[in-house]
T-cell receptor
C-alpha cells in the first residue's frame, strides 16, 4: 500500500514569501505529525493532529507557522513571511492511532533564499 | 535544551562485527524509547522500541538495552552488514497527556559498515 507522501519534494522560495507544504497520510491513519529537521540535527516536533484537531502545537516556533487538517486526512503546513532560518527538511508522519508506530514521509526540503 | 542526546556523530565498523550506538536522555517523564534508521532522501524508518518497564528488547540482529537509572539506552547490531549503513536516531516519548504523540529525537549517529 501507499506510504506517507509529501509535496513538493523540494521548494525554493524567497525571504518574505508564503509557502504551503502538503502531507498525504496513510489511508485510515487518524494521527498526523509534523517535524522539522535542520542540517546535522534530528527531527524536531512541530505539531500533531488527532483527527481534525491539533492536539499539541507546542513545537511551532512562532505565529508565522500554522497547520490544518480540515477533513482529518490531508494536512497542510503553512509558513508566512518565510525567513532564511526556516530552511530545513519538513517531515510528516502518520500513525493508525495516537501512540502507534509513526510512519514518515520522505520530507519536503525548503530553501529560503 | 537537548533532552535526548547522541554524543557520537559517527561510527565506523567492519562487516560482521558488532555496532553499538548510544543515547542518553534527561527527561524522567520519558517512558517509551525508539530507534529509527534513515537513508538519504528518505524519511526515518522505525527499527525497534523498548518500554521503560523492560531493560532489553531483541528483534533479529537488533537489540536495544535500557538503563533507567543511568538514563541511557543503546542499540546493538550483530552482525553488522553494509546495508546497515545509515543515520540512526534515538527517540523518546512521554507517558501521557498532550505530549503523548510527540517524539523527541537525538541528533543522530552516522553508521558506516565497511565490507
Amino acid at each position: 500500500g501507499a506510504g506517507v507522501s509529501q509535496t513538493p519534494s523540494n521548494k525554493v522560495t524567497e525571504k518574505g514569501k508564503y509557502v504551503e507544504l502538503r502531507c498525504d497520510p496513510i489511508s485510515g491513519h487518524t494521527a498526523l505529525y509534523w517535524y522539522r529537521q535542520s542540517l546535522g540535527q534530528g527531527p524536531e516536533f512541530l505539531i500533531y493532529f488527532q483527527g481534525t484537531g491539533a492536539a499539541d502545537d507546542s513545537g511551532l516556533p512562532n505565529d508565522r507557522f500554522f497547520a490544518v487538517r480540515p477533513e482529518g486526512s490531508v494536512s497542510t503546513l503553512k509558513i508566512q513571511r518565510t525567513e532564511r532560518g526556516d530552511s530545513a527538511v519538513y517531515l510528516c508522519a502518520s500513525s493508525l492511532n495516537l501512540g502507534a508506530e509513526q510512519f514518515f514521509g520522505p520530507g519536503t526540503r525548503l530553501t529560503v533564499l | 535544551d537537548q533532552q535526548v542526546k547522541q554524543n557520537s556523530p559517527s561510527l565506523s565498523v567492519q562487516e560482521g562485527r558488532i555496532s553499538i550506538l548510544n543515547c542518553d536522555y534527561t527527561n524522567s517523564m520519558f517512558d517509551y524509547f525508539l530507534w529509527y534508521k534513515k537513508y538519504p532522501a528518505e524519511g526515518p524508518t522505525f527499527l525497534i522500541s523498548i518500554s521503560s518497564i523492560k531493560d532489553k528488547n531483541e528483534d533479529g540482529r537488533f537489540t536495544v538495552f535500557l538503563n533507567k537509572s543511568a538514563k541511557h539506552l543503546s542499540l546493538h547490531i550483530v552482525p553488522s552488514q553494509p546495508g546497515d549503513s545509515a543515520v540512526y536516531f534515538c527517540a523518546a516519548r512521554e507517558a501521557g497527556g498532550t505530549s503523548y504523540g510527540k517524539l523527541t529525537f537525538g541528533q543522530g549517529t552516522i553508521l558506516t559498515v565497511h565490507p
